[in-house]
Every structure is written in structure tokens, then in C-alpha cells.
């Protein structure tokens, strides 16, 4: 007996289909899903006498363009959920700590950039430290990336999608290799 062959037609509809979907959707659409950094739990978890962290209050900035602005607010809370991971994983989570981290994202632009053949990431987090609240420290971290475009839809979200991770993961041990933030944090 021969195995049933779809017919032509419907093979065509949909593989139309799929490449109308993989296409509709940017390339840098969507955040990765956040892996701890060892790097940075490494430098969390050596600082001698280390006071226990509360993460706090994370906000974006508002932009012109509604897309942008929800892009940028998935983006605060991938960060604050990053920051709060990282520092879970060093021991330094607490919610009874008297530190709190506070951040707003002032600037998240990830894309495309016009007529250059290249993708840029790049992000401005400002960040405060505060003891029942009294500003301790405020920092703005900031990462530049950019990157080639690449051929299929497939490859260009997968490599945007480990850029993005590595940009996130880069702008965090920023804040933790900040010799201000070691001693602001130091109990």
C-alpha cells in the first residue's frame, strides 16, 4: 500500500504559512529567557562582609511609540528579574534587607539599524541604592552592542536572542564590579 502524499497545493499553503509567520515577527522580538551569569554570582558571592540586597521599584521610561514602551517595560521587568536571580543564586536575596535596588530603564533601543546591514542593542539603566531611604548610591549602566544581520528569521532571533542575553548579563556585573556599590553595600 503507498503512504498518503498531501497534495501540492496544500504543501505550498503551508510552507506559506510558516515563512508568513517567521517573518511578521522581528528578529529581535522577545527577550531570552535569562540564565544566571556565573561570572556574576561569582563576584556577588566573594564580597567579604556583604550586606543582603531588596530588589525594589523597577520603571521604564516612557517613549513616543506605544511599541517601544512595551518593549521597554518587558524589559524592566526581565532585569528586575535577572537582578533579583543573580542575587538569589549569590546568597545576598533578602526581603528583610535594609538595601534596596531600585531601577528605571531609560533608554532600551534593540534592532535593526537602518540601511547598515548591522543589529544594535542599546540600553541605559539607571540605578539606586538605598538604606531606608536614603540614597546610597545612583549609577546609570549603559551597554552598546551591535551585530550582523543574518540570513533566515530563524538565525537572526537566535542570535539576537544571545546577544540580548549577554548585553543584560554585562550591564549586571557593571553594577556588581562598581567599587561604590561593594562599599555601599558592605554592612
Known sequence: MRAHRPHPLRVFALRAVIAATALSAPAWAGLPEYRVSVANTDILSHQTDAAPLRVGRFTAARGADDQATREAAEATVYLRDALSAELQAAGRLS????????????????????????????????????????????????????????????????????RLLTAMQTLLRQLYSDPQFKRVTAR
Open 95 to 162: 526581603a528583610q534587607a535594609t538595601i534596596d535596588i531600585d531601577g528605571d530603564l531609560r533608554r532600551y533601543q534593540v534592532g535593526p539599524a537602518p540601511s547598515s546591514g548591522i543589529n544594535r542593542a542599546s540600553v541605559v539603566l539607571h540605578v539606586s541604592l538605598r538604606r531606608d531611604g536614603a540614597a546610597l548610591m545612583e549609577r546609570d549602566l549603559s551597554i552598546e552592542q551591535v551585530w550582523p544581520h543574518a540570513g533566515t528569521p530563524w538565525i537572526a532571533r537566535s542570535l539576537t536572542s544571545d
